[in-house]
């Protein structure tokens, strides 16, 4: 498993080498763009638009545009010299309890081992955390910006979450149709309680399948042996009353 960033976690005068790792897999069916007309492999090339040539990615430097034409080129040896802590460590600011912070935060999941002399104060934060029920937050130069991260005791290791700073999330108030104001009876709000708790039961991962590519590996192995697959039919449209589908919806769950 290659690491996707090497630095320390620091909390206090204590300082952890560590790496990260992603904690997220990919599993989606990679396609390639072709061409329609004669099967040619569709590429999508870096052109300058002053000289017309494709451009190599060696040969591509970053800029700012301060106005139309007009840019500030920052090298590589530029963003290096960053005076940020952040760009090497995550520096813990403050622990806080899990449910403080809302789940619309979260963003992206990395595994944190200790890298070598580090084993022992990396268990200590690990369980001290455990103890105290808290996790941290600081910050992490990652990708050209300075991301905010929290740190929370897993399986005894470390999660590292990346999470949004506050300007980065759309206000609800901008969602059409958010919070309707629409009358619900008691008695709806009754039987819709009786439907989740009969469907509630121990979360099992395991139990769910990424079910559409596992449709489209068959349609490719149909495809590849001449065959074809049949398509569903549309689900059926119920036009009873939401209290008779709440009904009807009980009584299914009691017959599985």
Same mark, same amino acid.
């Given at each position: ?10 909390? @206090?005068?204590? $300082? ?5 790792? $992603? ?9 390639? !763009? !072709?061409?329609?007309? /004669?099967?040619?492999? *569709? ?5 300058? =638009?002053?000289?017309? =040539? &494709?451009?190599?990615?060696? &040969? ?13 080129? !920052? ?9 940020? #802590? ?41 369980? +001290? ?7 941290? *937050? ?6 050209? #910006? =300075? ?8 399986? @005894? @290791? ?5 999470? %949004?700073?506050?300007?980065? *999330? #759309?206000? *609800? ?5 958010? $919070? ?5 009876? /008691?008695?709806?709000?009754? !039987? +819709? ?16 399948? &990424? $079910?559409?590519?596992? +449709?489209?590996? %068959? ?7 001449? #065959? ?11 036009? =009873? ?12 769950? @009691?017959?599985?």
């Amino acid at each position: 498993m290659k690491a996707v960033w090497k630095g320390s976690i620091s909390f @206090g005068l204590v $300082n952890i080498p560590v790496k990260l790792y $992603n904690a997220g897999l990919s599993r989606e069916i990679q396609f390639r !763009l !072709l061409h329609k007309k /004669d099967g040619g492999r *569709i590429r999508f090339r870096k052109v300058c =638009e002053k000289c017309g =040539e &494709d451009v190599s990615r060696e &040969d591509t430097v970053r800029a700012f545009e301060i106005s139309k034409n007009e840019y500030v080129i !920052l090298t590589e040896e530029d963003f290096k010299s960053l005076p940020l #802590k952040s760009t090497r460590t995550i520096e813990i600011q403050q622990f806080f309890d899990p449910s403080e912070l809302d789940i619309i935060h979260y963003e992206h999941f990395y595994y944190a081992s200790p890298d070598r002399g580090g084993e022992k104060s990396f268990a200590l934060l690990t369980r +001290a955390m455990e103890r105290a029920g808290s996790m941290g *937050i600081g910050k992490m130069t990652m990708r050209g #910006k =300075e991301r905010l991260m929290t740190l929370r005791p897993y399986h @005894g @290791g470390i999660v590292v979450c990346q999470i %949004r700073y506050l300007d980065e *999330i #759309k206000p *609800i108030a901008e969602v059409p149709g958010w $919070n309707p104001e629409v009358d619900v009876s /008691d008695e709806e709000i009754g !039987l +819709a309680v009786q439907l989740i708790n009969a469907m509630k039961k121990p979360l099992r991962l395991e139990d769910y399948t &990424d $079910n559409y590519r596992m +449709a489209l590996s %068959r349609l490719i192995e149909a495809k590849l042996s001449g #065959k074809e697959i049949q398509a569903p039919a549309p689900p059926s449209q119920h036009t =009873e009353s939401l209290m008779d589908a709440l009904r009807a919806s009980l009584e299914s769950v @009691g017959d599985l």
